[in-house]
């Protein structure tokens, strides 16, 4: 009997792993997120699918440690610092946008017939946004470090802190909570503020110390097993104290973010987290009641398109209102019109001290889920129905009829030094760019550029391309630096062209294209640090020198090599820092070593085997 269950528990450990494993790509490479693919996965695998598990709520209470694993790497980032640059953006335009809409969402429940409570815990819950799925959408579209995209950043940050509060209301809205006394509720409150107190001064005296004599031991397990307790201790304490355990590693990893041992505890914690986390959405998607789903499905349908409109429109309202451009807080509005995984945690707890009832839960459970899966399609109805931005060129010139002898394409940092040495001999420079932003601030600085696209062959012929003495690409993307060139060396095959190269890959094709000379944008900047690195060193000037002369003359080989061979050839060119090294001269011999004796013999044999 036992071998039995222990064999059906392991059934269940290999269903979940290869729900998971499945799951997860094919969702991926659809576009729709790994959140969405665990979700689908569990209801799959769940009581109303396949039924390999009977029942998710014991899976959902071991799984919710991912999401206070997931609060503790919050908790570790918010280092005063960054909390005080982002302070405009976190606590007033997320809080702002958060209250807004907890409003409207709260409203559109008591117009349905619900009671406060109930509407607002429902309103309140899809109010936090998905912090997974709207990150992976900036991080495709590349706009995480985007003005925009900061500003995106701030607010997910406020509502992943919202969570702390809206557990702890949850309490206070529980039905048997007005019977309780004032001297009750005072206790409780005293308990949770001294927890939360003493919390604070074990991580201010005591939790450096703790982590600086594990770390002397130099035992790598005990320094997870010691991340992993802090996590779990300090949840532990809330939850006894009655607080919640989310709270608790949040306040423990904010304790810790200025700790010399932060990344160590983040990378310790990580994998915890990951696969939890995926287990805890899983386990969401198990608790998926299909039947209450088809019971309810026209108020399910109604609730999700009413949140969805409703907080689409208090996105963009906020965003309007804070003087926000039309199109950003449009797509603001779409980015974060449906509910998060805070929700699921939201819902549970409110089910569990009887606010909500199970059914409810199941319902609302399926709202936000369905929400979700409607974002990316969402974004691709936005896509298709407004159009792309045009840039305002208001105070810009276009690039039409120039005429210097010097066309420099791309005016970023590394153009605008490479500009320099021209203008300081009077040579007659043509400056275009397609940043606009960028052209305007230049001309603060006392700099003509132009507007254009270097990869149009028509702004290159505007550009004077063709009347010019030379080209300098100047671009920071590799491949558009690559198309400029073989389109300029097409049209205009003896005009003298330089580039600009991100990389050796990038420079191999340059070169290939059939640029005069190309320059990796880093290489002669670290021959320079890596020269005043010897010297600082007490080697002498001199050698120094001639060392560097060195290296740039084993560049050279070895990039010859690899055009001849390609991107992994020439690796004999190259002095690692691992292995047995080969001595080999500062400069090259007049004459070919001899061998005196048989041994020697030997090994210049297998030195010239191996070159």
Known sequence: MAAEASGSDLVQVVALLAAGVVA????KRMGLGSILGYLAAGVVIGPFGLRV??????????????????????????????LWSLRREIFGLGAFQVGVC???????????????????????????????????????????????????????????LAIVPLLA?????????????????????????????????????????????LADARAREVMTAAALLVVLGSALAMQLSGLSMAMGAFLAGVLLSESTFRHQ???????????????FFLAVGMSLDLHVVAANWKLIAIYVVAYMAMKTFGIYAVARILKTGHREAL??????????????????????????DNQANATLTAIVIISMVLTPLAIVA????????????????????????VLIIGFGRFGQIASQPLLLRGIDVSIIDNDVEMIQAAADFGFKVYYGDGTRLDILHAAGAGRARAVLICVDKADVAVRIAELVKAEFPLLTVLARAFDRGTALQLIRVGVDFQLRETFESALVF???????????????????????????????????????????????????????????PRRAGQALNEETAGVLHKSETAD
Request: charged share 20%; net charge negative; glycine share 12%.
């Open 102 to 160: 907890a409003v409207l969402l709260t409203g559109v429940g008591m117009a349905g017939g619900f009671p406060v409570s109930q509407s607002f815990v429902a309103g309140a819950g899809f109010v936090l946004t998905s912090t997974a799925i709207v990150m992976q959408l900036l991080e495709e579209r590349g706009e995480i470090a985007s003005p925009k995209g900061q500003r995106i950043v701030s607010i997910l940050l406020l509502e992943d």
């Open 382 to 405: 936005l896509r298709y129905l407004t159009p792309r931005d045009e840039q305002s060129l208001d105070g810009v010139d276009v690039a039409d009829g120039l005429s210097g002898s």
């Open 24 to 27: 997860v790509p094919i969702f």
């Open 265 to 279: 505890l983040e990378a310790d914690i990580e994998p915890f987290r990951g696969i939890l986390l995926g287990l």
């Open 53 to 82: 598990f009977s029942e998710s709520e014991a899976i959902l209470h071991v799984a919710e440690l991912g999401v206070v694993m997931f609060l503790f790497i919050i908790g570790l980032e918010m280092q005063p610092s960054r």
């Open 169 to 213: 209301l949850i309490a206070f809205l529980a039905p048997g909570g007005a019977d309780t006394s004032l001297s009750e509720r005072l206790t409780e409150v005293g308990i949770g503020l001294a927890a939360i107190v003493g919390l604070v001064v074990a991580g201010r005296y005591l939790l450096n110390p703790f982590f600086r004599i």
């Open 530 to 588: 890596g020269g005043s690195a010897l010297e600082s060193l007490g080697v002498d000037p001199e050698d120094v020198a001639e060392t560097i002369e060195d290296v740039r003359r084993r560049d050279t080989d070895r990039f010859e090599t690899q055009l001849a061979e390609g991107i992994r050839a020439g690796q004999r060119f190259l002095r690692g820092n691992i292995g047995t090294p080969i001595p080999t001269p500062l400069s090259t």
């Open 331 to 356: 797509e603001r509005a779409v980015f974060m019109a449906q509910g998060g995984e805070f929700a699921f945690v939201l819902y549970s707890a409110a089910a569990a001290v009887g606010i909500i």
